[in-house]
């Protein structure tokens, strides 16, 4: 079983930055594709940026690619979201998960608020 737990959001104005980190315990982090999805209000969830097990290639979705940086320390179990020039329409829950053969695990968000 694996288990996440986010963290790092909170309220930030437009133009702003953010880290969120996700810290990962139970089975081999390494071995796991990391994924960051986000859900807004009245929206479904979607996928943000992923990042792989080997040679960590990574993933965006075009929303956020320029702007967006997944990476990963697999030291620490913990992946990380860097979230730059932030917009209202970033604001969300964004929430971790872990591919882990066919099972996906998730982490129980974390909120990010972007006002001007």
């Known amino acids: 079983q694996v288990q996440l737990v986010e963290s790092g959001g909170g309220p930030v104005q437009v133009g702003g930055s953010l880290r969120l980190s996700c810290a990962a315990s139970?089975?081999?982090?390494?071995?796991?594709?990391m994924l960051w999805f986000r859900q807004a209000p009245g929206k479904e969830r979607e996928f943000v940026a992923s990042i792989m097990s080997i040679y960590g290639s990574t993933n965006y979705a075009d929303s956020v690619k320029g702007r967006f940086t997944i990476s990963r320390d697999n030291a620490k179990n913990t992946v990380f979201l860097q979230m730059n020039s932030l917009n209202p329409e970033d604001t969300a829950v964004y929430y971790c998960?872990?591919?882990?053969?066919?099972?996906?695990?998730w982490g129980q968000g974390t909120q990010v608020t972007v006002s001007s």
């Open positions: 139970g089975g081999t982090f390494r071995s796991y594709t």
């Open positions: 998960a872990a591919q882990v053969r066919s099972s996906r695990y």
